[in-house]
């Protein structure tokens, strides 16, 4: 789970959900002149705690912890994110129908005095599932939302290619290892390892850096703004992994519009939508 994933939205439905579930202690309905502490919470009626504290929480859960995954969970096929979105809509369409009838119905018996208003805990209720529906729903639609919660560190300069010390990134086997043929490293003569026909200890000769893709390309860290996929090398338009939002990745070659890039575990493959991107 990568909590840098997450957007803006993401944000205001984790806010929501923290002020729904203050409002579950909160009163259901109020009395003129009745004691507060004395009306029961939200938990204390059934159909609320099911269909607006539940329904909510659920909803925001499955919306927040998908979208911090690598890669979307999915249940028959179907998004989790799509189904915690419905949830929450449906919580906000409860809270607001218990608004207009908080008791139930008991109010509308024949005979019966004017019934209790909605206490505070439903009024907040409501207020906290239409911004968790409206930014569940909107987050996939709008710019603004899908800006990452979290700012991605900045990365040290990376080394170019072909230079004296090896990148030190993830995604290279043995970084920080003794690399072959280099100098003062323990057990090994200066001047590195002895070709064949070469007296031991006899100074190498320099070796020509080998020509990169890409004429003058030089490798560089970059983030995306918003989850983007990365193609195989091949050509093929079949996704090897996602980008995700507030994570830094290498890119080390140019590939006509798109780049070569690097994910944490060392796969490589062709970012194609480089618009918006975040150089580090």
């Not at 805990?121 to 939302?145: E, S």
Request: a negative charge.
């Amino acid at each position: 789970m990568n909590i840098r994933s997450l957007t803006r939205g993401d944000g205001v439905v984790i806010g929501a959900a923290v002020l729904l579930l203050i409002a579950s202690f909160l009163g259901l309905y109020s009395i003129d002149g009745a004691d507060s502490s004395d009306l029961p919470s939200l938990w204390g009626s059934g159909p609320v705690m099911l269909g607006v504290v539940l329904a909510g929480l659920i909803g925001a859960a499955l919306v927040v912890v998908t979208r911090a995954m690598p890669q979307p969970l999915k249940v028959a096929g179907l998004d989790l994110a799509q189904f915690g979105a419905a949830f929450t809509v449906f919580a906000a369409w409860s809270a607001l129908g218990n608004i207009f009838d908080p008791i139930g119905g008991v109010d509308n018996i024949q005979g019966a005095a004017e019934g209790p208003s909605a206490g505070i805990g439903l009024i907040l209720a409501l207020v906290a599932t239409l911004l968790m529906a409206g930014a569940a729903v909107a987050t996939p639609l709008v710019p603004a939302l899908q800006a990452a919660l979290l700012p991605a560190p900045r990365p040290a300069a990376p080394q170019p290619y072909g230079g004296a010390q090896p990148p030190t990134g993830y995604g290279y086997p043995g970084a920080g290892a003794p690399q072959p043929g280099q100098p003062g490293q323990p057990g090994q003569p200066y001047g590195g390892q002895p070709q064949p026909g070469q007296a031991y200890g006899a100074p190498q000769q320099p070796q020509a850096p080998q020509a990169q893709p890409g004429g003058d390309f030089s490798p560089f860290w970059f983030a995306v703004p918003v989850p983007r996929p990365l193609f195989a090398e091949d050509g093929s338009q079949t996704p090897i992994a996602e980008l995700a939002p507030g994570t830094w990745y290498l890119a080390v070659e140019q590939r006509g519009p798109g780049l070569v890039a690097q994910t944490q575990d060392g796969r490589r493959g062709v970012l194609q939508d480089t618009s918006g991107i975040q150089r580090g």
